[in-house]
């Protein structure tokens, strides 16, 4: 999704700003673009709606005035207006004075737009981060301070912004924040304004994190305001070891790298964490009171890992659980004693975070999953499982959707004992099936590896998919749907398979590919049997017998963890014979910031 970088360097910003830029490609961009300073006082404004190698020639291309040492530049994810290079950030005010990135949405920009167009100031795209440019202009005709205009702008917006702002003649760089993740590393290299540390990393390890209603004048010294008032810069954070930069490692693409991580992971988690479940310590460490009831509050992928721990909760201990999309919060009741799950990889899904703003009783206590501890969920949550899966590139969620099941698991188990509601041994029966994770995971991978392709060509030209599941095995096979959709662009949709006669049998003609996602019910037999009556492909993921035997354990409340392997393999294969770019699908981002 969008990314902001900026930066004060001694030297030129341009190859910072593209380095950086390429950093953020994996989150997805359809338009990129910078303005830098020049050494004749005016902006420089390079854009494309091509990828960074394009923006990087055109900048070679330039033969204006000789580019300098201050910059800012934007991975556009449209949200308003169509993806041309007039939408294209940087954005300008009427007199070219200040240009501005902007990630997050302005909800009053209609109205702002209006005001200003009929006070003279005019439009030259329909996005609606043009609209805080104008406002700065408008305050720049009253008092010539950078820092003074951006303050009294951001007062008239609605909704969430992170901003870096440059001024022509002056070179002043100023940054704000509100609802959308910021942060600023000022250090002997130059200062850097960036919206994902990872961007940068190459200069800088420690940041100043803005919170919201910050705005900052990154100058030589740093101006730090917060809701108007002068205050000091926020204790800097240290990210080096959280965002070791990702490279491929002989894979093709990263998402292959990151399914072949799975087992290893699992492994590493389980060994990591097995200690601390039958005795409570993992749950107690958390400092979190005793709770009654589970709202999950999570997205997509993170959704399904949800389903997952949700039920795990329920089948062992009969806890009610609640899940909860982040964008439909609102409608949800919560009831003292609730414990709040908030399930995020990136911890800077918008809508998980605005979801957190739901009111809720006060006893209400959040813990946040996430593969990012100095994310913005972290910071708003009152306990912390982070679950160290490294970078993942690819936008499909793959290694840390396991992660996120192993770790939400084991915690669970662990508040478990620690309440008295399971025994010690039953626990301790339960962490030896966890144990056997790692290799069920490489089983399902060697046997995918090798049975997958054949089926992921013959089914290739399908127009749609049907997952089915029961019980235990549903998140897995919605999962399953996701990831085929996300990355083939084909209709994929999961079903309970007892569902299929209520309505999506109708769906069913000669050739609809039908995966079945198996947990030893045996009802799903039967399910089976009434599609393949009327003439669907169907493919099993299941024990032996099935098209793709992977699973080989006795059942457990976790449902077939391992089946979302050849799941996983399938889509990327599909997507592959399609010629699709697996890392990078079309209209998505890998860490979504706007609701
Ligand atoms: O960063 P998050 O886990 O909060 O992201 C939530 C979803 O956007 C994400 O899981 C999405 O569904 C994946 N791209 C699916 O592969």
């Given at each position: 999704m969008c990314g902001i970088v900026a930066c004060r360097v001694r030297d030129h910003a341009a190859p910072v700003l593209l380095s950086a830029l390429r950093n953020l490609e994996y989150r997805g961009y359809d338009s990129v673009g910078i303005a830098v300073s020049t050494e004749i006082g005016t902006l420089a404004r390079i854009r494309t709606v091509h990828r960074i190698d394009d923006l990087e020639h055109r900048v070679n291309d330039w033969n204006g005035a000789r580019l300098g040492n201050v910059g800012i530049g934007h991975t556009r994810w449209a949200t308003h207006g169509a993806v041309d290079e007039a939408n294209a950030h940087p954005h300008c005010d009427c007199t070219g004075r200040i240009s501005l990135v902007h990630n997050g949405i302005i909800e009053n920009c209609d109205e702002l737009r209006a005001t200003l167009t009929t006070s003279g100031h005019q439009f030259s795209s329909a996005v609606d981060s043009e609209v805080v440019c104008h406002l700065i202009e408008a305050r720049l005709a009253e008092s010539s301070d950078l820092f003074d205009a951006v303050q009294t702008a951001v007062t008239q917006l609605e909704g969430s912004w992170a901003l870096a702002v440059l001024e022509e003649s002056t070179g002043r760089l100023v940054a704000a924040a509100h609802h959308s993740p910021l942060l600023l590393a000022h250090n002997d290299a130059g200062t850097f304004v960036t919206s994902d540390p990872a961007a940068v990393s190459e200069w800088a390890s420690e940041f100043h994190i803005l919170r919201d209603g910050d705005v900052v004048e990154a100058g030589e010294t740093l101006r730090w305001r917060n809701s108007g008032l002068m205050i000091d810069p926020p204790t800097p954070v240290d990210f080096a070891r959280t965002h070791s930069p990702a490279e491929l490692r002989g894979h093709s693409d990263f998402m292959d790298q990151e399914i072949d991580e799975q087992p290893v992971l699992a492994a590493k988690l389980i060994d990591e964490l097995g200690p601390a479940i039958a005795n409570g310590r993992l749950w107690d460490e958390l400092g979190l009171p005793p709770f009654d009831a589970l709202q999950i509050i999570a997205c997509g992928t993170s959704m399904h890992a949800g389903r997952v721990i949700a039920q795990t909760l329920g089948r062992l201990a009969a806890v009610p659980t609640t899940l909860t999309l982040g964008s439909e919060v609102a409608y949800d009741v919560v009831l003292p004693r609730t414990l709040r799950l908030a399930i995020s990889q990136s911890g800077e899904t918008a809508d998980v975070l605005r979801a957190l703003d739901h009111p809720v009783p006060t006893e209400v206590r959040t813990l946040a999953l996430t593969?990012?501890?100095?994310?913005t969920l972290s910071r708003r949550a009152d306990a912390v499982l982070a679950y160290s899966a490294g970078p993942e590139i690819g936008v499909a969620a793959t290694k840390t959707f396991v992660a996120q099941v192993i770790v939400g698991v084991c915690a669970v188990l662990s508040a478990l004992v620690s309440s008295g509601r399971l025994s010690v041994t039953a626990t301790l029966e339960l962490v030896e099936q966890l144990r056997r994770l790692p290799v069920q995971l490489t089983t399902a991978l060697e046997i995918s590896r090798r049975v997958v392709p054949a089926i992921a060509h013959d089914l290739s030209t399908a127009s749609g998919f049907l997952f089915l599941g029961r019980g235990s095995a549903l998140p897995y096979a919605a999962e399953g749907a996701l990831k085929l959709k996300e990355l083939s662009y084909r209709w994929a949709e999961h079903y309970p398979?007892?569902?299929?006669?209520?309505?999506?049998?109708?769906?069913?003609?000669?050739?609809t590919p039908v995966v079945a996602v198996e947990n030893g019910d045996p009802r799903l037999r039967a399910n089976i049997s009434e599609v393949r009556a009327r003439g669907a492909r169907v493919v099993t993921v299941g024990y032996?017998?099935?098209?793709?035997?992977v699973l080989t354990g006795e059942p457990t409340p976790w449902g077939p963890l391992e089946a979302v392997v050849p799941l996983q393999i399938l889509a990327r294969a599909v997507a592959l014979e399609l010629g699709r770019d697996v890392d990078k699908p079309r209209n998505l981002a890998k860490s979504v910031t706007v609701e």
């Open positions: 593969n990012n501890p100095h994310s398979a007892g569902e299929l006669k209520h309505g999506p049998l109708a769906l069913i003609e000669p050739g032996d017998g099935s098209t793709i035997p």
